[in-house]
């Protein structure tokens, strides 16, 4: 190992723009975010100054275009800064991610208008969005959620439970789908509404196994107004909305997962580096070796899966399958990765004296985010075998 420690990730950037872009990242990440990420995990501390931050530095709205006061950036130098973020601490990585799942509604399927209107803010206003599809009984599921809509001249009302929002409660703004018609997938609309609309109240967060500092609550709709114009894409085409968030979305949960993989493995090279058994470094056993090179080649494959989809997103091609595939990989990456770690540190790895622990109890909620691992096979089996058979 160099003797200054794990290096940074080389990275495959098409620009000098986006290359110091990263350095700018690193740096913010440095300074702001990973000298306080342990202790406000602990707490349960919801970091909204460091959104601000991001937000003024442009980088809650990379993707997104620049005459909406977006980054212009492709999703291939986005999804590397989404792990740079994930790598310091997941809940300010995930965040993120989730912000631009928040805001792809309106990008992709609003008017002219109402991009023009809300986007600005919405990606350099120092707002912070959240996404609302999952119910209490309609996780998976999505197509039967129970959220309705009613339509009354120019406004609607959403009465309903929306479960496990991310930033539920301390969001600005919320991309919600509503069921509008018929049951299935074709009854659905999707909706921007602001936080403070009358009638929206979110339920204390949930108590979770990890990414404390994230709150996930569920939002209850009692009557809430919501003006025509807020509508985004037309009547009933909220699942396809849906559907183009998410394989953006999962994207993101790929990139974040290689973060915090790459996080545990840089901490047990650290570790074994420095810690000695037997007169000799831990790095110098075979066993532990292997296991070292096992960590990186799997962190190596996932970061090119990922980026592989992001290419094709960029060109304009399909991209869906490989982004369940990219999302599977990847975060069962993570959770093999962290676990090893925490093997490699011995008792100290259980402890929480060093992060590895975290990362492990942070990289199994990113198996259950944005769809299941067992929901990604799905999507890549049909289109691999076509869907399934109803008989």
Same mark, same amino acid.
């Given at each position: ?282 790095? +110098? #056993?075979?066993?532990? %070796?292997? &296991? ?5 080649? $799997? *962190?190596?494959? /996932? ?49 929480? +004296? #060093?992060?590895?622990? %975290?990362? &492990? ?5 990113? $198996? *259950?985010?944005? /769809? ?20």
């Amino acid at each position: 190992m160099p003797k200054d420690g794990p290096q940074p990730v080389e990275r495959e950037l098409p620009t000098d723009e986006a290359r110091d872009l990263l350095g700018l990242v690193r740096d913010l990440v440095q300074r702001e975010i990973k000298p306080v990420a342990a202790e406000q995990e602990a707490a349960g501390v919801f970091p909204r100054e460091t959104f601000r931050l991001l937000s003024e530095a442009g980088l809650l709205g990379l993707p997104y275009p620049e005459e909406y006061g977006g980054g212009g950036q492709p999703y291939q130098v986005y999804l590397q800064v989404l792990e740079e973020l994930a790598a310091a601490r997941l809940t300010v990585g995930l965040g993120t991610s989730v912000h631009s799942l928040a805001c792809h509604g309106l990008a992709h399927f609003g008017s002219k208008e109402q991009r023009t209107e809300w986007l600005p803010d919405m990606l350099g206003g120092g707002l912070l969005g959240a996404y609302c599809l999952s119910e209490p009984s309609s996780g998976s599921d999505a197509a039967s959620m129970r959220t309705r809509a009613v339509r009354d001249g120019d406004m609607w009302t959403l009465n309903g439970t929306k479960a496990w929002t991310t930033h539920g409660g301390v969001a600005d703004f919320y991309t919600v789908l509503a069921r509008t018609g018929e049951e299935g997938p074709c009854g659905i609309t999707a909706f921007l509404v602001p936080a403070d609309t009358e009638g929206l109240s979110a339920a204390p967060p949930e108590h979770k196994m990890g990414l404390n500092g994230s709150p996930t609550a569920q939002l209850h709709f009692d009557g809430v107004g919501v003006p025509d114009s807020r509508r985004l894409g037309d009547e009933g085409q909220g699942f396809t909305v849906a559907l183009s968030s998410l394989d953006s979305g999962r994207l993101g949960i790929a990139a974040c997962a290689i973060g915090v993989a790459q996080a545990a493995l840089d901490e047990a090279l650290a570790y074994t580096a420095e810690r000695e058994q037997f007169g000799r470094p831990l790095a +110098d #056993f075979q066993g532990l %070796r292997f &296991m070292l090179a096992d960590m990186a080649t $799997q *962190i190596e494959a /996932g970061r090119a899966l990922y980026l592989a989809a992001a290419r094709r997103r960029d060109a304009g091609q399909p991209f869906a399958q490989q982004a369940a595939m990219a999302k599977l990989f990847c975060t069962d990456t993570a959770m093999r990765v962290t676990t090893d770690a925490v093997q490699l540190l011995g008792g100290y790895g259980y402890t929480t +004296d #060093f992060p590895v622990e %975290r990362y &492990m109890r942070e990289a199994k909620v990113l $198996q *259950i985010v944005e /769809g299941t691992n067992q929901i990604q096979r799905m999507v890549v089996a049909r289109h691999l075998a076509g869907p399934e058979s109803k008989g």
